[in-house]
């Protein structure tokens, strides 16, 4: 069958199989491979991608249910060289380390932020509360999220280095 | 969340609790992970390449009776289906393991396991490939299965490995550390002892992405390529060549980014091998890539470990001795990945933080019908199990002799003056200074508060538990002639090139998972030889660029990597001083060396920096006798021990009393790593560890029913915190650098992990202390721990 959608501002068509999963539509024919995937079951929540702005988990999307629809994914993010804000806060506060997950974390950021701006960390847990992270423990991404909550537009490189804080306490 | 703005000096520190390279500085590998661009093992696409399934036994323990791949090799879009009797005829059947036992890359004979690899299904694509497995048909003859590990050496039990010759029994090995005569003096004499099984459940580490490779053999040369998802790249091209009888230098692992590891990606499994075998056959590159399901149910899970532990202490308070029996479950095949001489790992130093009189363990390993493994999920090879036997056993004494469990802890620690310590197993402590650690954390807690709050909430009926764990680890191994896996020495080599504009490649032979190696190993040149971190370009990950090491796990990157670094830039900074001197026509000896250049004594102003010193030894200058024009070394670090890092943790929980449901309010983690080279890094792994060890202690267990199924075969059933089930973490650190490495660190990958279980089953059973409860195993589920308030101790999850 084929299928057309607009992927990260750019409009696509496809002859598809119908049973082909929007995951492997987009890593395997269009090849934006920053969309991953990690369990069959819809639980862990690295294939997340935003469709019509809304996070879904492209694991359990047919492709063929992204049929006119908008998709972004991490590869549509930044805005050319400029970064999301968001990707800005991940790489202050640390909030990856393998980088497995963390499309997936920062496309359910930029959905959040766009609804609430300005989020507790609670709602920011609760919004990225679908997904699984192994290596991070979720504070740090808890603390990218807030970055980018108190960044909307991002921050010069040159000042970005002078705000790290210290989160240990030292005898 | 505890922020401090500007971290006080520390004048009883000196100067090494300065972070090294300029400490927190962000990862330079994140640029292209929040863009999308990470690559993968998954995200390789090469020309021509196919797509392999296995097909996986749906039993846990059959004869293999037949297998028809008629249909599924009349499938349009299938290359080739290989079964266990292909492998038989090129010697491919079994694979050896990390372990001196075998593994079956497919069934020939039996089935062992549910998941058990059976078939390999070549195709065009990975729908097709899954479509075919549908196709194939296998008879099977079920046998009955051993399941529980304590039934395993029942007379008349099934014998699991009858493939191997003489095999009577379901027995691998006994292996004891201590003086069992010692010990039992100890215990016959002392005013007090408590007893307790304890069992640390069958977990798995399960990373985000699972376990995979793309195999490209090219026939005319005879060249393998084989892009992995591993720890260890240099020790799997070693064993490949071993088992395939590709020679070495033909053979190129290729370990790219890696989505998390944590111990699953050391071993080899046989979709690894398939994967080559299925290019040899076709002629085209093939990758395989496993499901979730496969992961959890086929590849190295963790712990399984059944422990009698036994505390002797006089009455007052001090600890005399610890003893133990465990029974270890090691599943199908005997594949944990650990140095030969220690088949438990590490387990011995379960005689913990304190100073004990005498220590004796035992440990018995058995073969049951479970996936194999057993040295995974961040477990500094079975340190976890070691530190979780001692640190409840602790808190059972506390209970028993009615003392705070903090007080009985700090009455009993070694001395900061007897480091180096020699422990009763044999392990001898680098460094330690435990009392301030435990302190900080206890004050970072509020602890005599918490103990206030909670008297308040108990006369009201509500259960708060606190919960204390002090761990000290053994990370790092070698030296060399104590540790091998399977004959190859655990050291790591790094070679470092300055280039003639001054900058710097530095290769090693650790691979990353996450713990952002290609910035903290930038640091520690940039620290040594002084060209900043951003100049420094760190390889690794492809054995064709690299020098041989053993690779990440067991927290050994940065005490046996980062030496290696270390010294190699030293060794730089050093040719760099001969060079320097030809260029200021002095002498080495009447130079300097501070901040990047080395200068004449006295005179500041004449010197060279590093980036002079690199064009010169490029360039034209006449060398001395004996030095290379350039500015390169290589090293291979062999350490002298392990490093001993240790931390103090305390976990706050409230317990619902109508559900049983836990919540972790508070966690307050105190590590001592010795020298910190990026605080950010560290304290980010130690949040992950946590996350690992709130996991474990309250939610994950991958259990089997009675016929041998799997029962934590998906996310559906085997259950990993999400953000809203973990703290806000609250951590701290004290500095007590290691003797022995050249920049003082010491391990902490898995220092959480290792640490946070016991604190955490500590709290809840401390908040069910007014039920009585002495002992609970994990994971503590809202049904165990809502069953142990009725006095029911042995509920299922």
Redesign the interface.
């Known amino acids: 069958m084929q299928i057309s959608m607009t992927i990260n501002g750019t409009d696509v068509t496809r002859e598809i199989?119908p049973?082909?999963l929007l995951v492997?539509f987009i890593?395997?024919d269009l090849?934006?491979?920053?969309?991953?995937?990690?369990?069959?079951?819809s639980?862990?929540g690295?294939c997340v991608v935003l469709m019509d702005g809304q996070p879904v988990k492209s694991c359990t999307v047919l492709a063929a249910m992204a049929d006119g629809h908008t998709i972004t994914?991490?590869?549509g993010?930044?805005n050319g060289t400029t970064?999301d804000p968001v990707?800005q806060g991940?790489?202050?506060e640390?909030g990856?380390?393998?980088?497995?997950?963390?499309?997936g974390m920062?496309l359910t950021a930029r959905a959040l932020l766009d609804y609430n701006p300005h989020p507790e960390?609670l709602e920011?847990?609760?919004a990225?509360?679908?997904?699984?992270?192994?290596?991070?423990?979720?504070?740090?991404?808890?603390?990218s999220i807030q970055w980018a909550a108190e960044h909307p537009a991002g921050a010069a490189p040159e000042t970005?280095?002078s705000e790290?804080?210290?989160?240990?306490?030292?005898? | 969340?505890?922020?401090?703005?500007?971290?006080?000096s520390?004048p009883a520190?000196g100067d090494h609790?300065r972070p090294i390279g300029h400490g927190?500085?962000?990862?330079k590998?994140?640029?292209?992970?929040?863009?999308?661009?990470?690559?993968?093992v998954?995200?390789i696409?090469l020309p021509g390449m196919l797509h392999g399934a296995i097909l996986r036994a749906p039993v846990a323990h059959a004869r293999l009776v037949s297998i028809d791949t008629t249909e599924a090799l009349a499938h349009p879009k299938v290359l080739a289906v290989i079964t266990g009797t292909d492998l038989q005829a090129l010697g491919l059947a079994w694979a050896p393991t990390l372990s001196m036992d075998v593994q079956a890359v497919l069934v020939t004979d039996k089935v062992r396991f549910q998941g058990q690899e059976v078939a390999f299904v070549v195709a065009e694509?990975?729908?097709a490939a899954r479509d075919a497995l549908e196709l194939i048909q296998v008879e099977y003859d079920v046998l009955p299965p051993v399941v529980d590990a304590r039934k395993a050496m029942d007379p008349g039990a099934p014998v699991i490995r009858d493939d191997l010759e003489g095999r009577t029994d379901n027995h691998i090995f006994d292996w004891e550390a201590g003086d069992k005569a010692e010990t039992d003096a100890v215990f016959a004499s002392a005013d007090v002892v408590v007893k307790q099984e304890i069992v640390y459940p069958r977990v798995h580490?399960?990373?985000?992405?699972?376990c995979g490779a793309v195999a490209d053999f090219d026939p005319i040369d005879g060249r393998l390529t084989l892009y992995e998802t591993t720890q260890a790249p240099h020790a799997h091209r070693t064993l490949f060549a071993m088992v395939s009888g590709i020679p070495e230098h033909k053979i190129r692992v290729v370990s790219p980014?890696?989505?998390?590891g944590?111990g699953n990606k050391v071993g080899i499994y046989p979709g690894y091998i398939l994967a080559v075998v299925g290019s040899i056959v076709t002629g085209k590159p093939v990758k395989w890539v496993e499901?979730?399901?496969e992961n959890l149910m086929s590849t190295s899970f963790a712990r399984d470990y059944i422990m009698q532990g036994e505390i002797a202490a006089t009455k007052d308070g001090k600890i005399l001795a610890l003893r133990t029996n465990v029974l270890a479950d090691h599943g199908a095949f005997n594949a944990t990945a650990q140095p030969t001489k220690y088949p438990a790992g590490f387990f011995h130093i379960f005689t913990g933080s304190y100073d004990l009189a005498a220590a004796h363990c035992t440990v018995t390993g058995v073969y049951t019908n479970k996936a194999p493994g057993g040295v995974a999920y961040a477990c500094s090879f079975r340190v976890t199990e070691a530190v979780y036997l001692v640190e409840r056993m602790v808190d059972i004494l506390a209970r028993k002799l009615d003392m705070d469990p903090a007080e009985l802890r700090l009455k009993n620690f070694i001395k900061k003056e007897q480091f180096p310590y020699a422990n009763k197993t044999g392990w001898e402590y680098d460094s330690g200074d435990y009392e301030?650690?435990m302190?900080?954390s206890m004050k970072?807690a509020g602890y005599d508060e918490l103990r206030r709050e909670q008297k308040e909430k108990r006369e009201r009926g509500e259960l708060m538990g606190i919960g204390i764990s002090f761990f000290t680890e053994t990370v790092g191994a070698g030296p060399r002639k104590d540790m091998d896996i399977l004959g190859l020495g655990m050291a790591d080599g790094a070679e470092l090139r300055i280039h003639p504009t001054g900058k710097a490649v530095v290769r090693i032979s650790v691979q990353s998972?996450?713990?952002?190696h290609e910035t903290t190993f930038a640091q520690i040149v940039a620290e040594e030889i002084g060209i900043p971190p951003e100049d420094i370009d760190v390889v690794h990950g492809d054995t064709d660029q690299t020098p041989f090491g053993l690779g990440t796990y067991g927290s050994r990157s940065t005490p046996v990597s980062g030496a290696a670094v270390a010294l190699v830039a030293r060794k730089v900074r050093e040719k760099a001083r001969f060079i320097a001197a030809a260029m200021l026509e002095t002498r080495p000896e009447d130079l300097e060396w501070a901040k990047g250049r080395w200068f004449v004594k006295g005179d500041p102003r004449v010197g060279k920096t590093m980036a002079e010193i690199a064009m010169g030894a490029h360039g034209t200058v006449a060398l001395p006798e004996g030095i290379d024009g350039n500015l390169d070394a290589e090293v291979t670090y062999d350490p002298p021990n392990l490093t001993f890092p240790f931390g103090a943790y305390i976990c706050v929980v409230d317990i619902d009393p109508g559900t049983g449901h836990v919540t972790v309010r508070r966690f307050i983690a105190?590590d001592d790593c010795g020298t910190r080279i990026n605080?950010?890094?560290i304290?980010?792994?130690?949040?992950?560890?946590?996350?690992?060890g709130v996991g474990m202690a309250l939610m994950e267990i991958i259990e089997f029913d009675d016929e041998g199924n799997c029962l934590g075969g998906?996310?559906?059933d085997y259950l990993?915190p999400?953000?809203?089930e973990?703290p806000?973490?609250?951590?701290?650190?004290?500095?007590t650098p290691s003797p022995h490495h050249p920049i003082g660190a010491k391990g902490v990958g898995e220092s959480a992990t290792v640490g946070s279980p016991p604190a955490v089953v500590n709290a809840v059973v401390d908040a069910l202390a007014p039920f009585g409860v002495v002992h609970m195993d994990m994971p503590c589920t809202p049904a165990r721990v809502w069953e142990a308030m009725q006095g029911r101790t042995r509920p299922p999850v």
């Open positions: 199989e049973r082909v492997h890593r395997d090849r934006l491979t920053g969309t991953h995937w990690g369990c069959d079951t639980n862990c690295t994914t991490v590869e993010l930044a970064l990707q991940f790489m202050e640390h990856l380390q393998c980088g497995f997950c963390t499309p920062m960390p920011i847990r609760e990225i509360s679908g997904q699984i992270c192994r290596c991070t423990g979720y504070a740090t991404i808890v603390r970005t280095t790290s804080t210290e989160h240990e306490v030292h005898a | 969340m505890t922020i401090l703005e500007d971290r006080p520390n520190a609790d927190r500085m962000q990862r590998e994140d640029p292209r992970f929040v863009r999308g661009k990470g690559r993968y998954d995200d696409v694509d990975r729908y580490p399960a990373p985000m992405e699972t980014d890696i989505g998390g944590f499901d979730r399901s301030p650690t302190r900080l970072i998972q996450g713990q952002g105190v605080p950010m890094i304290e980010g792994q130690i949040h992950g560890g946590l996350t690992d998906s996310f559906m990993i999400t953000a809203m973990v806000d973490w609250e951590t701290g650190f004290t500095v």
